[in-house]
């Protein structure tokens, strides 16, 4: 299993500022994940954050609006960028442990955004 | 394009009913079917299946994938006001994608 701290929980933000979600997990991961949940609504992954080079971004999402780093295994952050209202809602950073027979996605805590 | 399809959106039972939560997928490279529990905003693992049919239990849950009809079920036995909750189906390829999701309400 893995532990996986996410930070900030939770933030209110003004439109058109940006914020820096972070993930460290507790044991080094190949794969890492970032998932959008807007209200009442499923996740939608954003991206799949590669280690050492560009993420992988999902149709709809660019790198200009959420710019990822993953400098690590273990760590990993998501950046919302010039933020509008539309903006709001959770975003999960996830991690894969024991590909194969045993794979597991673990989530972090999640982030609740709010942008006035 | 992968796609994954959880039914029904919603569903509200009794205490005690059992229930089955459907989820059907359409997939180039299959590699793993998962199941979650969402109560608040992290969800929480419940089961991981691959193609090899194995039924995965644990206590009044258990779930299984048929690989001929590209889908999984999962079921919930007697259950519980505590059951209520989103449960979410999740393709694992190279990537891992969601379904809608349940919604299940369990009344007392």
């Known amino acids: 299993s893995a532990v996986i701290s996410q930070k900030p929980s939770r933030d209110i933000c003004q439109r058109g500022t940006s914020l820096t979600i972070q993930c460290q997990v507790d044991s080094q991961v190949t794969m890492m994940f970032w998932y959008r949940q807007q209200p009442g609504q499923s996740l939608t992954l954003i991206a799949t954050a590669n280690q050492g080079s560009e993420a992988t971004y999902e149709s709809g999402f660019v790198i200009d609006k959420f710019p990822i780093s993953r400098p690590n295994l273990t760590f990993s952050t998501l950046t919302v960028s010039n933020m509008s209202p539309e903006d709001s809602s959770i975003y999960l950073c996830?991690?894969?442990?024991?590909?194969?027979?045993?794979?597991?996605?673990?989530f972090g805590s999640g982030t609740q955004l709010s942008v006035l | 394009e992968d796609k994954v399809v959880q039914s029904p959106l919603s569903l509200v039972v009794h205490e005690g009913d059992t229930v089955t939560l459907n989820c059907s997928y359409e997939?180039?490279?299959?590699?793993?079917l998962l199941w979650y529990k969402q109560e608040k905003k992290a969800p929480t693992f419940l089961f991981m299946l691959?193609?090899?049919?194995i039924e995965k239990k644990s206590g009044r849950l258990s779930s299984i994938l048929d690989k001929k009809e590209l889908s999984s079920i999962l079921n919930i036995t007697a259950t519980q006001t505590g059951d209520s909750a989103i449960y979410l189906c999740?393709?694992?390829?190279?990537?891992?994608?969601f379904g809608t999701g349940t919604r299940l309400k369990v009344l007392a």
């Open positions: 997939v180039t490279n299959f590699r793993s």
């Open positions: 999740c393709l694992g390829t190279y990537k891992y994608i």
């Open positions: 691959t193609s090899s049919g």
């Open positions: 996830s991690a894969l442990t024991g590909p194969g027979t045993n794979e597991k996605l673990f």
